[in-house]
């Protein structure tokens, strides 16, 4: 009896092992293979999509940059041209009077008058002048007057704004502004 035992445990572990081993060859090896490969799968997915993410931002940069460029010679091509700043100051004075705005009066800042104003700007030459204006006009046309001044092809820098109420003007306001400004020079022009 003693041997039939002993045959059976051993028969009952060489089952266990011959599963064992089927396991493995049959469930686990593949299983292990798959889980490896999709490893490799995704590690070369993550490849890809860190290669077009890469793709992706230097051509959103080159485009940005190219429609920089281009808004910016755009820009520089339709600038205003003036053959002086009296020029540019008359067709201002005769814009804002087109939005209710009287009594313009420009008072340029002498010590630019006196200063070279052209500058070298993207291959054009700016000329540039600060001035003190002082206008009249309802508040809502001030506003039109200067969000016009906003969209013109020029540069305007407008370092300060007053807009005092007055009885004597009512129901107008009266506007002091302190601003400069750069055109497209008509004489020297190197495009």
């Known amino acids: 009896m003693k041997a039939f035992i002993r045959h059976k445990t051993l028969f009952t572990i060489g ?3 011959v599963a064992l081993i089927a396991w493995m060859t049959l469930l686990y090896q593949p ?3 798959r889980l490896e490969m999709t490893r490799a799968q ?3 997915l993550d490849q890809e999509v860190n290669t077009a993410r890469q793709f992706l931002m230097e051509t959103a940069q080159v485009m940005e940059k190219d429609a920089w460029s281009r808004q910016r010679h755009d820009l520089l091509t339709n600038l205003c041209r003036v ?3 009296e020029t540019f100051v008359d067709r201002l004075t005769a814009d804002f009077s087109r939005f209710g705005v009287s009594h313009v009066e420009f008072s340029p800042d002498l010590n630019e008058l006196l200063k070279e104003n052209r500058i070298p700007f993207g291959g ?3 000329t540039g002048g600060k001035f003190e ?3 009249q006009g309802r508040f809502l046309n001030l506003g039109k007057a200067l969000e016009y001044l906003e969209q013109q092809p020029y540069f305007v820098n407008l ?3 007053n807009i005092a109420y007055n009885e004597a003007t009512n129901p107008e306001v009266l506007c002091t502004m302190n601003f400069a400004v750069y055109l497209r020079d008509r004489e020297a022009t190197h495009d």
Do not use: K, T
Request: proline share 0%; net charge positive.
């Open 124 to 126: 054009i030459m700016l």
């Open 83 to 85: 053959d002086s700043l």
């Open 31 to 33: 299983a292990r293979l």
């Open 133 to 135: 204006a002082r206008c």
């Open 159 to 161: 370092y300060s704004i």
């Open 42 to 44: 995704v590690a070369s």
């Open 15 to 17: 089952l266990a092992v």
